[in-house]
């Protein structure tokens, strides 16, 4: 190539650029170029659309302001009108590094701590008049335990490595203590089931909180409710904080998945219901994962062994292909043990095991991260309608009859606000999430709004047009 030319091929490419850090959320990777610059113009617009949108997400992750948000459907004027104005409190589970203030206050940040702690936060409802909207305050929070500092202590023995007796004595207690938490709480909800949430990309412990307590309501408090919450948010900034955070969730993953299985193992849970936003559903992708794994190789399932009955990604802010290998590992590895031998064709009984995927292909919080990551396809941005072949090929194999009508994929249009990225606070949204978990209502039940695409492909009903026909209140 002349040198000519390859100026002018630069000079495009720079152009290019440009317009990518004008229209940063554009999908087309041809836009992008293929080399350095290509690479560079990626980085640059990723970034750029980070610092648009870092202030934005933890707030939005929260509960919509009832005076912005879109009127309820007729099926969710019931869900939103019942929600308690009393207070109660959350059990946490965390492997934040705690900061005690002055005062003695305890909180969490965003460094990582070796040991998985727990504890209650209290929440308190506020009727914020002049803003016009229901608040959810975040009161005390008290630590009711802590598992030992990983990795667990080791000695060499006559017959080989064993744990040391200290740390499965401490282990043992922590498990107690916290299976102890759930149980009280099982106790006292109306349906003798658990659901946990996991946040995203940069959240505070208070929004995790505050998240967490919202969908509570929303299922009117009758559930016995756990916010996981892991160390993002830090202090990387918005051009590094992402891949902090990134890595910070990948830490978790050990940590998490400890803690649900302890928690499945509680006495009087009879089901489980995890449910993840963003950054969080790639660490719930890698816990069901591995939990899935190891009940298989004892001959079981997630629901036959650990209770799990709904897994519901919002927004999932991970590669489609990732998704699927993770998720579905245990399927497509026929020598796995399954007992005492491999057994090829033989899988075990899924039950009540469901899985949900909410998307919405106008999220510009997920382009930032296609962006910055070069993936294809975000499972939180898909288009039912313009999948490309083998990409829609890869998702119709989650779905039908191929894996046993174990998926739903639900698309949101317009992702319910400008960024389309926390629309697990919209009305239509939260009252499907509700009719799914409350009332245990598949999909094509009349119960959910919901109009079928191609099964397993569905579309959430439009709220905003669906309110207009409504008598008011």
């Known amino acids: 190539m002349s040198a000519s030319s390859l100026r002018r091929r630069r000079r495009t490419e720079w152009q290019d650029c440009f317009c990518l850090l004008r229209w940063p959320w554009s999908k087309s990777h041809a836009l992008y170029g293929t080399g350095r610059i290509g690479y560079l113009c990626r980085t640059i617009a990723g970034l750029f659309l980070l610092v648009f949108l870092a202030g934005c997400i933890a707030q939005r992750e929260v509960a919509t302001d009832p005076a912005l948000a879109p009127s309820p459907l007729a099926g969710t004027r019931t869900v939103l009108s019942r929600q308690s104005s009393e207070a109660f409190d959350l059990l946490y589970v965390t492997d934040r590094a705690p900061v005690t203030a002055s005062d003695g206050t305890l909180s969490y940040g965003a460094e990582r701590a070796m040991f998985l702690g727990f504890g209650n936060v209290a929440i308190t409802p506020t009727d914020n008049s002049s803003r016009g909207k229901d608040e959810l305050r975040i009161g005390t929070i008290s630590e009711a335990g802590r598992f030992p500092a990983t990795p667990y202590g080791v000695v060499v023995t006559a017959t080989g490595l064993r744990r040391t007796p200290a740390a499965v004595v401490a282990h043992a207690q922590a498990a107690a203590s916290l299976q102890a938490e759930v149980a009280r709480r099982v106790a006292t909800a109306s349906r003798k089931e658990v659901v946990v ?40 900034g918005s051009f590094f904080g992402y891949n902090i955070d990134r890595e910070s969730s990948e830490f978790a993953v050990a940590d998490f998945k400890k803690a649900i299985r302890i928690i499945a193992e509680t006495k009087g849970v009879e089901r489980l219901h995890l449910l993840a936003h963003s950054r969080g559903t790639d660490v719930l992708a890698s816990v069901i994962q591995q939990l899935a794994i190891e009940a298989y190789v004892v001959r079981s399932s997630l629901w036959q062994r650990y209770k799990i009955a709904n897994a519901v990604f919002f927004a999932p802010d991970i590669d489609l292909d990732v998704a699927s290998s993770k998720l579905f590992a ?52 898909l288009d039912v309608d313009r999948l490309p072949k083998v990409r829609s090929e890869a998702a119709s194999r989650w779905g039908g009859s191929h894996m046993g009508r174990l998926v739903d994929f639900i698309e949101v249009p317009g992702g319910g606000s400008f960024l389309g990225h926390s629309y697990f606070s919209d009305p239509a949204v939260k ?33 905003r047009q669906a309110s207009r026909s409504l008598p008011p209140n």
Not at 442 to 462: H, N, T, Y
């Open 431 to 463: 009252a499907d999430l509700v009719a799914l978990i409350r009332d245990r209502a598949k999909a094509g039940d009349p119960r959910r709004q919901l109009v079928e695409v191609k099964r397993p492909f569905w579309r959430i009903s439009d709220a």
């Open 197 to 236: 949430f996991i946040h995203g990309y940069n959240n505070g412990f208070d929004d995790a909180a505050r998240a967490t307590a919202q969908i509570c309501r929303s299922l009117q408090n009758q559930f016995a409710c756990i916010v996981m919450t892991w160390p993002a948010g830090g202090k990387g």
């Open 330 to 381: 245990w399927v497509s590895d026929p020598d796995l043990a399954f007992g005492g031998e491999a057994s090829p064709s033989r899988l075990p009984s899924q039950g009540a095991m469901h899985l949900t995927i909410y998307s919405s292909p106008g999220d510009k919080a997920l382009s930032a991260s296609t962006l910055l990551s070069g993936s294809v396809l975000r499972l939180g941005q």
